[in-house]
């Protein structure tokens, strides 16, 4: 099992930067980017509703999973 995060792609989307979704959120640079970086073991239900708010965006679209199967 695992789970991908499309962080980068809604940045893309929204014209937004690391550095101002960080900002934004309230969440230092280093945790952003473990949780972009798929490094990250959990992840609070109020960081991924700020992130869904400042992006403007459903968590669905940020979070994707993938069975072992896909990934082979």
Not at 23 to 37: C, H, P, Y
């Amino acid at each position: 099992m695992t789970i991908i995060i499309n962080i980068d792609v809604m940045l893309a989307k929204r014209k937004m930067s690391v550095t101002e979704l960080s900002k934004r959120v309230g969440i230092t640079m280093a945790n952003l980017s473990v949780l972009k970086n798929g490094k990250a073991k959990a992840v609070r239900f109020s960081t991924l509703e700020a992130i869904c708010k400042t992006l403007d965006c459903q968590p669905g679209d940020i979070l994707e999973y993938k069975s072992d199967e896909d990934t082979q």
